[in-house]
């Protein structure tokens, strides 16, 4: 590997540790400002959260294509796929992935508010490496969150 090559996975590693401490430390602090929440519990429901999240959207970009265009309309509808949420009907199959993401959103929201939300937004660009500009279109609108 060389010189260069170990210098680079040093730092990498380095940087991979300073930013899974900050993690910690933000997850500390969130915990505390939900009362009774151990941080050890709100880090494991966090990284669940964030594995269905990278399942949802994964799927949903896969089903995309072959969507019609009025299908891709109904499913990029924040105000459709809330109604969707609140009512607790069923989705059609199609929109399933998109109505799941804006749950998740709605209950990040409800937790911690638009500061959670971006925490958890980071922590799922860092480790499954989701875009923000996806998530941030999915959850537009949602509390002081805009795509």
């Known amino acids: 590997m060389g010189w260069w090559g170990d210098w680079r996975e040093q730092r990498e590693r380095r940087l991979h540790a300073r930013r899974k401490q900050e993690w910690w430390q933000e997850v500390k602090a969130m915990a505390a400002a939900m009362d009774g929440t151990s941080p050890v519990e709100l880090l494991q429901r966090t990284d669940e959260t964030i594995g269905r999240l990278a399942e949802l959207m994964a799927s949903a970009n896969a089903r995309s294509s072959g969507l019609t265009r009025e299908q891709k309309s109904r499913s990029a509808d924040t105000r459709e796929l809330d109604r969707l949420v609140l009512s607790g009907e069923p989705p059609e199959e199609y929109l399933r992935d998109a109505v799941e993401i804006r749950r998740i959103g709605h209950l990040l929201d409800k937790e911690g508010g638009d500061v ?29 969150w805009r795509g």
Do not use: P
Request: glycine share 10%.
């Open 116 to 144: 959670w939300m971006m925490i958890v937004a980071s922590r799922a660009i860092d480790v499954r490496h989701i875009s923000l500009s996806q998530i941030s279109t999915c959850w537009d609108g949602i509390g002081g």
